[in-house]
């Protein structure tokens, strides 16, 4: 099985910061990662495929990255509508999502 | 525009089997490349992938639940079934079903279906 490890589990920042959340795989599944974005009573909505592609409709202060088995997702200038948890996902194998990240404004 | 709904039994007592149902609606199950998933989500926990079915009827599972899990689908109604057996209080989660897109991954999820474990 895959694992993904995601860091920080809370991420707390003024609106205007620039945020980075990180995740690493336990073994090397190329750029087949995703974002997600997720609001309490809401469904899941995609952001990122493929490490750095972003969805339609997405805003382009979002941004995803990749370094061997470490991937980012960056948030360029934090807004109030980003408060959220945000999870990666593995599609190498199977799917896998990461253990989360809240995201809250300062 | 593709949406998906869960239903099922808010509540289900120990040992007995979870039975949920996603119906399709802008897109065909029999359409070449699609594929619909189950993913979980306990309350205060991450998301967890349970299942998916192909249109061709091919099926994956989670190799931790493999055994309690099966998927289905009913073509003639565009839905996809999940069963799960020997629900246990720690199954309390809220369910999701999932398109899988052409790049693997999902890109329109259903609102979820909050399913309790209790006696």
């Known amino acids: 099985d895959v694992q993904m490890t995601q860091s920080p589990s809370t991420l707390s920042a003024s609106v205007g910061d620039r945020v980075t959340i990180t995740c690493r795989a336990s073994q090397r599944i190329s750029t087949w990662l995703a974002w997600y974005q997720m609001k309490p009573g809401r469904a899941p909505k995609l952001l990122i495929y493929k490490a750095s592609i972003l969805e339609s409709g997405v805003p382009p202060r979002f941004s995803g990255g990749a370094s061997g088995t470490e991937f980012t997702l960056t948030i360029s200038s934090l807004q109030p509508d980003d408060v959220a948890t945000y999870y990666c996902q593995q599609y190498d194998s199977d799917w896998t999502f990461g253990q989360g990240t809240k995201v809250e404004i300062k | 525009q593709i949406t998906l709904k869960e239903s099922g039994p808010a509540l289900v007592k120990p040992t007995q089997t979870l039975t949920l149902t996603c119906t399709l609606s802008?897109?065909?199950?029999?359409?070449?490349?699609?594929?619909v998933g189950w993913i979980r989500q306990p309350p205060g926990k991450a998301l967890e992938w349970l299942a998916l079915?192909?249109?061709?009827?091919?099926?994956r599972y989670s190799p931790s639940l493999e055994s309690r899990l099966t998927i289905t689908r009913d073509t003639s109604k565009n839905q996809v079934v999940l069963a799960v057996t020997n629900m246990d209080p720690v199954d309390t989660a809220t369910y999701y079903c999932?398109?899988?897109?052409?790049?693997?991954?999902?890109?329109?999820w259903g609102q979820g279906t909050m399913v309790a474990v209790s006696s």
């Open positions: 079915v192909y249109w061709d009827d091919a099926k």
């Open positions: 999932a398109h899988r897109d052409p790049t693997d991954c999902f890109d329109v």
């Open positions: 802008g897109l065909s199950l029999n359409t070449t490349g699609v594929g």
